[in-house]
């Protein structure tokens, strides 16, 4: 279960309260509402000034949070020269994955072809689905997902799709931020939109009403 409750971070974020015990949660709004400071806090890589954050009961700076959560941001930088397969196999350790859950993840993202090729030489979009498959490799409880569809192509983006069913099908959570509804139609089914660093409208993404 991930809670949020009165968290600020100053000039970003002010008094923002969510919680998310099942299924999957989309993050709106225009550039510089606050959805990547949101997801920076949940993520550990930012530290709130005010309010509490829990993941599955863990403080999210802690190694127990790290353990439970996956956090692909928007922009992921690898070392260029090493190739894909290496960053998948480096993931793999670092997670105690098996050799199985490496090759389901290359197969979620339809990496086969791109394996052997440096970093350096991969597409945006492919970097992109290079970060999701070794960030989400192995299934952890919590994936938190920074503008996954900005960088992804049609067929990129309906694999991560299917990913994210078998995720939650399984009792996972996802967190995902996007600009518009319509990106989000089908991966999320509630959502929060957030304004110059506050929450303004939160429900389900069936009955969301664009701002006028
Ligand atoms: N490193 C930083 N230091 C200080 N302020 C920052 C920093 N990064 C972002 N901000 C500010 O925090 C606010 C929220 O930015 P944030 O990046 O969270 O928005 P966002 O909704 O993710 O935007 P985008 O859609 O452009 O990615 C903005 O006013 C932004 O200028």
Do not use: C
Request: hydrophobic share 45%; net charge positive.
């Amino acid at each position: 279960m991930v809670e949020v409750v009165a968290l600020h971070k100053k000039g970003r974020l002010a008094d923002a309260h969510l919680r998310l015990t099942a299924g999957s949660l989309a993050l709106l709004g225009p550039n510089g509402a606050g959805k990547s400071t949101l997801l920076g806090l949940l993520a550990g890589r930012l530290k709130a000034d005010g309010g509490t954050v829990r993941l599955f009961g863990h403080d999210p700076r802690s190694l127990g949070a790290a353990r439970v959560r996956a956090y692909i941001p928007q922009h992921l930088t690898f070392p260029p020269t090493l190739r894909a397969e290496e960053i998948l196999e480096a993931a793999r350790r670092l997670k105690g994955a098996t050799l199985q859950d490496r090759a389901e993840a290359t197969g979620r993202m339809g990496l086969e072809a791109h394996l052997k090729r440096p970093v350096a030489q991969l597409s945006g979009g492919w970097r992109q689905r290079l970060a999701l498959a070794a960030g989400l490799m192995g299934y952890p409880p919590l994936w938190l997902l920074d503008e996954p569809a900005s960088a992804l192509d049609t067929e990129g983006l309906e694999r991560l799709q299917d990913w994210m069913a078998a995720h939650l099908a399984m009792g996972g959570l996802v967190i995902l931020s996007a600009h518009r509804q319509e990106e989000i139609s089908r991966l999320a089914e509630q959502f929060v939109r957030l304004e110059n660093g506050r929450v303004i409208q939160q429900g389900s993404v069936n009955y969301a009403q664009e701002p006028s």
